[in-house]
């Protein structure tokens, strides 16, 4: 790290410590969220009757996927989002994609980004995440730091919407590359303006504490991804407070972190989604 850097990530650090001693981080949503991803196997055969029984549950927040062309699940946004407003719940934040690796894919940072934008505006979003990045997208520092400055041009066009921005990992950020963690550059490269959709398995999965990042960066965690691990097998998911990882934990330190929303996902069910969804929220509810 030369001279600059370190001034710079020290800076960072500062700032986001006082922001956190001054009580200055958002306030921690006191409804559930979860994201949509956990249903994707079921959603496109009954969209409606999908989000009613989501809605029955209990939740009241969502963060969605596979947006593209002012569509979702075969509908356009606006519809959809009146649909589930219409049921008690609302859009908090959406995934997407880098592009690079699927240039002819709409609605992606690297085309169609603007259009994008306006659709979540429109509707009231809060949040859009970078959800992944293609094995194509990440294999060297220097991709880090080229979708960095990437990210940092889409989080302007969001900023000037309203909208705030979020990089969500797996585990692949946290494997070292000629001597750096991914995950660490980009903290560094990124602008502090840029929330770390924190995924609490998959930074558990890669050996990681996230309380060492709670206290190196406070107040940059806004969102979670909130799934467990299976007691027996890492990696497959339990329900979430069936498994090994320490929700209560983590959660006492919310406002560390900055967490705003947080939302229940599943990529894997020891039995059915809803079965699981259901058995987490319940969970949840407890902390």
């Known amino acids: 790290m030369n001279r600059r850097e370190f001034i710079q990530r020290s800076a960072l650090a500062s700032a986001g410590a006082y922001l956190y001693a001054c009580g200055a981080s958002p306030a921690v949503s006191k409804t559930m969220g979860i994201q949509l991803y956990t249903l994707r196997k079921i959603i496109g055969g009954d969209v409606k009757g999908t989000m009613q029984k989501v809605a029955d549950i209990g939740f009241k927040e969502l963060e969605c996927y596979s947006y593209g062309n002012g569509q979702i699940f075969g509908m356009p946004y606006g519809d959809f989002n009146s649909m589930i407003k219409d049921m008690g719940m609302k859009i908090t934040s959406g995934h997407y994609s880098l592009g690079l690796a699927h240039p002819e894919q709409p609605s992606t940072i690297t085309n169609g980004w603007e259009a994008a934008v306006e659709d979540a505006k429109k509707i009231g979003q809060e949040y859009m995440a ?17 979708t960095c400055e990437l990210v940092n041009k ?51 999965y890669a050996g990681k504490d996230p309380f060492a990042y709670f206290n190196q960066y406070p107040g940059r965690f806004q969102q979670w991804h909130v799934k467990d691990m299976d007691k027996a097998d890492p990696k497959m998911q339990a329900d979430v407070g069936s498994g090994s990882i320490d929700f209560k934990a983590i959660f006492a330190k919310a406002e560390q972190a900055g967490l ?28």
């Not at 970078?130 to 080229?146: G, P």
């Not at 889409?154 to 494997?175: L, M, W």
């Open 130 to 146: 970078l959800a992944y990045l293609d094995q194509t997208e990440r294999e060297t520092i220097d991709q880090y730091k080229q």
């Open 154 to 204: 889409a989080n302007e066009t969001c900023k000037s919407a309203g909208i705030k921005f979020a990089y969500h990992n797996h585990d692949f950020e946290f494997v070292e590359i000629d001597g750096q963690i991914p995950y660490d550059v980009m903290l560094q490269e990124l602008d502090p303006s840029i929330s770390m959709e924190l995924d609490l398995y998959w930074i558990t």
């Open 260 to 287: 705003v929303h947080f939302y229940l996902e599943q990529e894997n069910y020891p039995s059915s989604e809803f079965e699981s969804v259901t058995n987490g929220y319940n969970y949840l509810k407890t902390i």
